[in-house]
């Protein structure tokens, strides 16, 4: 039990354990669910049924509440992936005796394949859980709704008149019973119908479904009609899509249908996916807490690192003080002759390494694009060529699916871009994980001398080592991102979704109460499955995408203080990071003089430790005391 008892003083283990409990919270949430919805028809339960409008405000709170269980699973196994990818300084040694080196203080794929391999999977299996748990739980819930199965029939306006029409025409031939066709007769010869133009008549009736209307005439110019059917002034005909080129119509006259109702659905198949991806990500965490400080040290933050190279300087990066990790990619390690530092302004920018920010460009490249080309297709469909409202869309506006598609397929393929969505906050993270660590790196070389932050518990910090909850990135930023994603998830969940309609028989007589249609096919009465897009949903997020490449891009303008000095003033920051996190480039830094003891126990500046006199280089490490600027123009190792 003595890994459960360590958490209890702070550090990555306090962090790790909240984790556990925000996860177990979670999912004793979603078996209460589970158990909802294995009650109900097919694995499907109906958590409200009602008017569309309440559903789709029931609809709206569910999905809220998914997305903030969503983005704290993602967040949280971001955080013990971090912490998992972090090497121990066992492995660190291991690989810079090769020549290579690791990542430090930030999220690292790089690392996976130089670390202990038992941690490596448990790694990727957590982070795989959580993205892929992103995907099932904006799938699990769903609404579906009802539409009329409406009556269409052309007509002449001999009929308004009260023509009589043949007994021989039957419901399955016209679409209309008898006693329907003299009541809606009876209604257009008292003038209760409403009336509507050609073309928006056409235009309501040649959409995938129709909710206003339950029976609808079609006046027809002509006298004589060539269409089957036809007697007294009557020709029937069920509309499946209306041509131009048809019999001239003059007007339609049609009979307002009851308000259609709507129910939010949960699928207990997908919920119990979700339910067994939580326990796999509970299981895999709670292991970190199992195991022992003795044995599993990761150097998790840019302290944990100087402080073991400080109490145990790395012999494989001396007398290389300047060591930049370009120097490693071009083989100049290890340094042969004393460096001559370069002054120049460093943003934040430069810490991140190009292969890093060209993932993050084509993550959020290929979301943008699919967004505006949704938008574009949604804006195209529509015959006024305006935006659908946010979390709705219209009939028109439909990527149709096959017919005997369930509508919790529908779903799952609508959630689909919600696996961008994670890989995009993954990579934002990092990047500005990247972003402070060099930051965080760079406040040394400017004073007063500062303690060192690390990771382990404050019962096993030393000296003034100040013991952290978060990693690298600051908690206040690292809340914001997750509540920008999270209502990212929640504007994508609104904008793309499936549509599923039930038609249902609306009698044309006032006191016939509607009943479900049964044509023989569809799914449990479904004949409309699609996927559905809201224009101004998908503005929204196009716009926020926009937002956070502005964000990120005006956050990399920040300039690192300056702590170099040139000419007697003070510019550039040798302490920077310039392509991100590098192992070896710290180990560097972390060679004090003989004399300077103990130093990861107290609080420490960076900087000149020792001038070198005529020839001889001078040296930069880490000091108790009050180091030198370093100066252009000398030469240092």
């Not at 892929?132 to 819930?141: C, D, G, H, L, P």
């Not at 259609?260 to 919920?271: D, K, Q, R, S």
């Not at 030393?462 to 920008?484: C, D, E, I, K, N």
Request: net charge positive; proline share 6%; charged share 15%.
């Amino acid at each position: 039990m003595g890994g459960w008892r360590a958490w209890r003083g702070g550090g990555w283990r306090a962090g790790v354990a909240m984790i556990v409990l925000a996860t177990l919270v979670i999912l004793i949430t979603g078996f209460v669910c589970l158990i909802v919805a294995i009650s109900g028809v097919n694995g499907e339960s109906a958590v409200f049924e009602g008017s569309c409008g309440s559903a789709a405000a029931v609809d709206w709170g569910l999905h809220a509440v998914v997305n903030v269980f969503v983005v704290v699973l993602v967040g949280g196994a971001n955080y013990a992936f971090q912490v998992l990818s972090s090497p121990t300084r066992e492995e660190v040694e291991a690989v810079h005796q090769r020549g290579g080196w690791l990542d430090i203080g930030i999220p690292s794929l790089r690392n996976l394949r130089r670390i202990e391999g038992g941690r490596a999977l448990l790694a990727v299996v957590l982070l795989a859980t959580a993205v892929f748990t992103q995907i099932m739980y904006n799938a699990v819930i769903f609404v579906s709704q009802t539409a009329p199965d409406y009556k269409a029939a052309i007509v002449n306006e001999a009929f308004l008149r009260g023509a009589a029409f043949s007994n021989d025409i039957s419901n399955d031939s016209t679409g209309f019973s008898r006693p329907d066709l003299l009541s809606i007769q009876q209604r257009a010869v008292r003038g209760e119908l409403v009336r509507l133009p050609t073309l928006a008549c056409i235009d309501q009736l040649s959409a995938a479904f129709e909710t206003e209307y339950s029976a609808v005439l079609l006046i027809s110019n002509l006298d004589t009609l060539s269409l089957p059917q036809k007697s007294g002034g009557i020709v029937t005909n069920l509309i499946n899509g209306l041509a131009p080129e048809g019999p001239s119509i003059l007007y339609c006259l049609a009979q307002p249908a009851p308000a259609p109702t709507c129910e939010v659905n949960l699928n207990a198949p997908l919920l119990g996916t979700v339910a067994l991806l939580n326990s796999i990500a509970l299981v895999a965490t709670a292991a970190l807490l199992f195991k022992r400080p003795s044995s599993f040290r990761p150097l998790a933050t840019l302290g944990d690192a100087i402080a073991s190279f400080l109490e145990d300087p790395d012999p494989t990066t001396q007398g290389a003080c300047l060591l930049s990790k370009t120097d490693i990619w071009r083989g100049r390690w290890p340094l042969e002759a004393a460096k001559y530092w370069v002054p120049q302004t460093h943003y934040w920018f430069r810490s991140v390494s190009l292969p890093r920010w060209i993932g993050t460009f084509l993550l959020w490249a290929l979301s943008t694009s699919l967004t505006a080309a949704g938008l574009g297709y949604s804006t195209s469909l529509s015959r006024s060529n305006q935006l659908t409202p946010f979390g709705t869309t219209s009939a028109h506006a439909l990527l149709p699916l096959p017919r005997n598609t369930p509508p919790a397929a529908a779903a799952l393929l609508a959630s689909l871009p919600q696996l961008l969505l994670a890989l995009l906050y993954l990579a934002t993270n990092a990047l500005l994980t990247t972003y402070h660590l060099s930051h965080e790196s760079s406040l040394f070389a400017t004073g007063p001398a500062r303690p060192l932050r690390v990771s382990s518990s404050a019962a096993r910090a030393v000296g003034v080592q100040h013991s952290s909850l978060h990693l690298t990135l600051p908690r206040a930023l690292s809340g914001l991102l997750m509540a920008f994603f999270a209502g990212l998830a929640f504007v994508l969940r609104q904008s793309c979704f499936a549509v599923a309609v039930r038609l249902v028989d609306v009698p044309v007589s006032r006191n016939a109460l509607p009943v479900d249609s049964d044509d023989g096919d569809g799914v449990g009465g479904l004949v409309v499955v699609a996927l559905g897009l809201s224009g101004v949903g998908l503005l929204v997020l196009l716009a926020a995408l926009v937002v956070l490449a502005l964000g990120v891009l005006g956050l990399g303008l920040r300039r690192a203080p300056p702590a170099g000095l040139v000419n007697g003033e003070m510019l550039g920051n040798p302490m920077v990071l310039p392509a991100g996190s590098c192992s070896a480039v710290i180990s560097a830094r972390c060679h004090p003089l003989a004399r300077e003891k103990g130093l990861e126990r107290k609080p420490v500046m960076w900087g000149v430790v020792r001038e070198g006199s005529g020839f001889d280089a001078s040296h930069c490490a880490f000091t108790a005391g009050r180091a030198g600027a370093v100066g252009a123009g000398r030469n240092y190792a």
